[in-house]
């Protein structure tokens, strides 16, 4: 046989196996055929073909382009490179492929839907619009070409007529799953919920693992308080696939105050949830303090002082692996776990006490060590009474004295001392930590010692763009030096990043948003950083990211620089800096954020004109304003503490605290203990204590966007309060008018309790 017909007999042979979709075979087949003639183009151009069915781009790539070389009409070599170039993100020569296979055979629908799907990615919808136009002419039963144009039409925010394409399509095929998907998605952005729902359950009742969908009706039936329905639908989706997402709508699930806590399974879910984590464990706080306290042994401890507890009761407590890891996580957030937490602290001093040389075995131990590390997060807000106070300094004494003079240190003296004060802020304390110690004992001095250390070094290093010379911005300075705000624990999970049209558009689909149509790199600034809980979280939010974060106090920035590098986060830097005098930098950004920060400046309105002349045309702003309706209960419990001559210092606060949850449920001095920035002395500190605080109303905030030319883009809302503003104002289907916010707020005066969270545009 020539080697001719030894190279056709392979060429055919490989043919049978594409037919059979058996592509590994084939591939051995044509490059076998291909030795034998390396010219071939059908051979190469086959070769392609099967090359990227197995997404070998780069083969794939570089034999099409011989093929398309050797032969320029070769329409299927060229379909081959489109592709690989469109999965490469290499859209503009995926558009100059389709192009040219065009230019040969105009005639292909395919290739029309095609340059369609690729016009769409690169942000020119109108063109991809018309691309399927012409797929449909050819080919009017074309059901993608129906589906795609309705994707098109809705990125214009042409909604009806979506809705039409999608009816199309799904009238030549009622089983398109995702066709259902993109019309509930359509429907909810018009705010017809009902029909967004049912549309929503034909996807799912036709792909059950579309999570989109999932994720879609869950949101629905959590925003109408069908939350068994909704966990139920979530936890399906997590045990089919465990990714960010899924467990990411489980959380929100868990999240819900109206949650049943008999249900089946649920400790394991938020211990999962807290631990691992599937959202910020402060998010997750309430859910878990109210299983904790349905436990018979918890509830029935609440009745009894912590000397009495039996040994027994101990042991089942330290057994409790959600109550450790909620201990270790987020302050607590509820003030009968409070006390109850506050029992376990006194029954560890007084085990400490009087047998310190008692051998403590896990898991107990590790109980006493979860105690310490959430008084360490709550910044020792526990009530202390004088018995206490005085037996605990004697401890501590006591362990200073035994490290200077080189005496081996009882563990459970170590750990009752880390439950009242600070080791950090002990002499000679670093010496322990390279010692021999249980690993629960470790992780406490990692807490108290390790992590302060580090954060006491970082001060060294850090940027200082502007001075701080305000009076006010001086005193708030001191402030967040003695009590940084938050302290958090973990970071909630970072997801897929999206752009910044993306997100926006998503959250605020019928807003009047002019797209910025860059995604490569977006310059942000966030005002008022913090400790870097929010920083972080927007770093991990935007495709591109590059974040400057700044804010007045040391101590903040240098934790949120520990929490950085324990991520591994490379595109944060922070930097001390004092917003009324940002004007001095010379960098500029696409996005600015500042939430809860302009309302601490001594002319909050100076300090947002500061930043906007920083901000690039058609720039994005995200602020965070206190609500002069919904604070005032805060207002009520602010005015007491003054008149009751209660100062912003630890005891102080402790005794106010006491006074406030000795309060009658319902009145305003007790409804502040609802906020869980109640339950951690700096959070508390913020609340209610702050050296510098302004409110705002939503006619003023519309005044400062008119006399500024920016443009209102929406609220960051629950759905719950989307719909039931929707139902109230149906009028103002964007929901972007500030004057009905206002009327809408005078009804639910606490609709912005936690802040007016908001997004602008510079015109």
């Keep these: 046989m020539s080697t001719s017909d030894r190279a056709k007999n392979l060429f055919f042979e490989a043919l049978g196996f594409i037919d059979s979709l058996n592509f590994e075979k084939a591939e051995l ?32 790539r570089e034999h099409a382009q011989k093929a398309v070389a050797a032969k320029s009409d070769n329409i299927e ?33 395919e290739v029309h ?119 139920d639908l979530a936890r399906h989706a997590l045990n089919s696939h465990e990714t960010l997402e899924t467990k990411a709508l489980v959380a929100s699930c868990l999240r819900s105050p109206l949650l049943d806590l008999n249900v089946g399974g649920l400790e394991d879910l938020l211990l999962r949830a807290i631990s691992e984590p599937w959202a910020r464990p402060s998010e997750l706080a309430h859910t878990c303090a109210r299983f904790l306290l349905a436990n018979d042994a918890i509830r ?59 051998v403590v075995a896990e898991p107990l131990l590790g109980l006493y060590c979860a105690i310490a590390r959430q008084c360490f997060i709550n910044n020792y807000v526990f009530m202390q009474t004088d018995d206490e106070i005085e037996h605990a300094t004697s401890l501590r004494d006591t362990l200073v004295a035994s490290i200077a003079s080189g005496v081996a240190v009882p563990i459970l003296s170590l750990v009752a001392v880390a439950a009242y004060f600070p080791l950090h802020a002990l002499p000679r304390l670093d010496s322990l930590v390279h010692l021999e110690w249980p690993d629960t004992v470790k992780a406490l001095l990692a807490q108290q010692v390790s992590a302060p250390g580090e954060e006491k070094r970082l001060r060294k290093s850090m940027p200082m763009l502007t001075g701080v010379c305000d009076g006010v911005s001086t005193e708030v300075r001191t402030q967040y030096e003695e009590n940084p705000y938050p302290q958090w ?105 500042a939430s809860g920060v302009l309302h601490h400046l001594a002319d909050p309105l100076a300090g947002w004109r500061v930043l906007l002349s920083l901000l690039r045309p058609r720039g994005l702003m995200l602020l965070g304003l206190y609500s002069e309706a919904a604070r005032r209960d805060i207002v009520a419990a602010q005015n007491f503490a003054k008149e009751r001559a209660y100062r912003p210092i630890e005891d102080d606060i402790r005794r106010f605290r006491t006074e406030v949850l000795a309060c009658a449920d319902g009145t305003p001095l007790r409804n502040v203990t609802l906020l869980k920035d109640f339950f951690s002395l700096s959070e508390c500190r913020d609340l209610l204590f702050h050296v510098q605080e302004q409110r705002f109303t939503l006619p003023k905030i519309a ?49 912005f309790l936690q802040m007016y969270n908001f997004w602008v545009q510079k015109k």
Excluded at 78 to 101: F, H, P, Q
Aim: with cysteine; proline share 3%.
């Design 77 to 109: 070599a060229m379909l081959v490179l489109a592709e690989c170039y469109a999965r490469d993100d290499n859209l503009t020569g995926s558009l100059d492929m389709y192009k040219a296979i065009i230019s040969f055979n105009p005639g292909v629908a």
């Design 489 to 593: 624990v973990k970071a909630a999970p970072g997801h897929t990043p999206k752009t910044v049209d993306v997100y926006i558009r998503e959250r605020f689909p019928l807003s009047p948003l002019i797209e910025r149509k860059r995604d490569e790199c977006v310059d942000i600034l966030v005002a008022g950083c913090g400790t870097g809980q929010h920083s972080t979280e927007t770093a991990r939010r935007f495709k591109g990211a590059q974040v400057l974060a700044v804010d007045l106090s040391m101590a903040s920035l240098c934790y949120a620089e520990r929490q950085r590098r324990a991520l591994g986060l490379n595109n944060i830097q922070y930097a001390q800096a004092d917003i009324m005098m940002l004007s001095s930098i010379t960098q500029t950004f696409d996005v600015i954020e």
């Design 113 to 231: 839907n095609n340059m369609g799907i690729i016009l769409q990615k690169s942000q020119r919808s109108m063109d991809a619009l018309a691309s399927f136009d012409q797929a449909i002419a050819l080919e009017p039963y074309f059901v993608d070409a129906h589906f795609n144009r309705g994707n098109a039409l809705r990125n214009i925010r042409d909604y009806e007529e979506a809705l039409g394409a999608y009816d199309v399509a799904l009238r030549l095929k009622p089983d398109f799953a995702e066709a259902w998907l993109c019309h509930g998605n359509v429907l909810a952005t018009q705010a017809r919920y009902a029909e967004a729902c049912a549309a929503f359950r034909r996807a799912i009742k036709h792909k059950a693992d579309l999570f989109e969908a999932v994720r879609g009706l869950a949101h629905l039936l959590l925003s109408e308080g069908s939350i068994s329905e909704a966990l």
């Design 300 to 358: 029935g401890s609440l009745a009894e002082t912590a000397e009495v507890w039996p040994t027994s009761s101990l042991a089942m407590f330290a057994e409790n692996r959600l109550l450790r890891e909620v201990l270790e996580s987020a302050p607590i957030c509820d003030p009968a776990l409070e006390r109850f937490a506050t029992g376990l602290r006194f029954s560890l001093l007084t085990t400490a006490r009087f047998a310190a040389d008692q």
């Design 703 to 751: 005044e400062f966007l008119a006399e500024n030319n920016l443009q209102f883009l929406g609220f960051e809302l629950d759905l719950q309060t989307s719909r039931d503003y929707a139902r109230h104002f149906p009028s103002d289907i964007s929901m972007t008018d500030l004057s009905k916010w206002h009327l809408y707020e005078t009804n639910n005066a606490c609709t």
């Design 29 to 60: 087949r044509l490059r076998e055929a291909m030795t034998l003639s390396p010219g071939s183009v059908s051979i190469l151009t086959n070769l392609a073909v099967v090359l990227i069915k197995q997404n070998k781009l780069i083969d794939a």
